[in-house]
């Protein structure tokens, strides 16, 4: 097999977790419940984050508009999840302080 692919697959939405995410850095690493792997975020979505001072943090839950791109060459297989969108953020629940002490 001598032939090099490279195809980009049709566009879907899922929701995801944050395992790690860091604010300026295209790759996080993400679950779907059953699966954890990398998401590589477009710039552009990275700059909407910012302009809307929103913040991916650990546990977050969100779902995504992304791509796959796979490559296939000399039988070796890769895929990479790109995302091209936020589409919702919920906020994972904080533990609040009480009033009282034991």
């Known amino acids: 097999m001598d032939d090099v692919i490279d195809e ?4 879907q939405e ?3 977790k944050a395992i790690a995410a860091r604010q300026n850095e295209a790759r996080w ?3 779907d419940g059953s699966n954890t792997f990398e998401i ?3 710039k552009d979505v990275l700059d909407q984050l910012k302009r809307e001072n929103l913040k991916i943090t ?3 839950i969100f779902r995504i508009r992304y791509y ?3 490559s296939v060459k000399e039988y070796a297989l890769s895929s990479q999840y790109v995302v091209t969108e936020i589409v919702e953020i919920k906020k994972r629940m904080t ?3 009480m ?3 034991s």
Not at 8 to 11: M, Q, V
């Open 8 to 11: 980009r697959l049709p566009e």
């Open 14 to 16: 899922m929701w995801v």
């Open 29 to 31: 690493k993400v679950t």
């Open 40 to 42: 590589h975020v477009e």
């Open 58 to 60: 650990c546990g977050n």
């Open 68 to 70: 796959i791109r796979q």
């Open 95 to 97: 533990q609040i302080e």
């Open 99 to 101: 009033p009282w002490t």
